[in-house]
């Protein structure tokens, strides 16, 4: 349990950094990142650039969208105005 616990949070913190550094996603796929992932740890597999790009990131997108919406829908503001002629 703890194992899916870990390769979750590897996943998240991999698709957290290809969103907020820009990176284009077929990075995973490269040696260099392969190479260190496996330094980290051997046995983590790395999820595919096709799950990452078309499950994780659109969920994280839409998560992330309902959450500005609840909050710009918390902002209270009003205008006044005062007009001259």
């Not at 349990?1 to 490269?30: N, R, W, Y």
């Not at 496996?38 to 997108?61: A, F, M, N």
Request: with cysteine; hydrophobic share 45%.
């Amino acid at each position: 349990m703890a194992k899916t616990i870990l390769v979750k949070k590897a996943s998240v913190a991999i698709m957290g950094m290809i969103v907020q550094d820009l990176i284009p996603p077929h990075v995973i796929e490269k040696n260099g990142f392969c190479n260190l992932i496996h330094l980290l740890d051997p046995k983590y597999t790395i999820v595919s650039r096709q799950h990452l790009q078309y499950k994780l990131i659109p969920e994280k997108v839409e998560s992330d969208r309902r959450n500005i919406i609840q909050q710009l829908n918390r902002i209270t503001f009003s205008v006044a105005l005062d007009l001259w002629t």
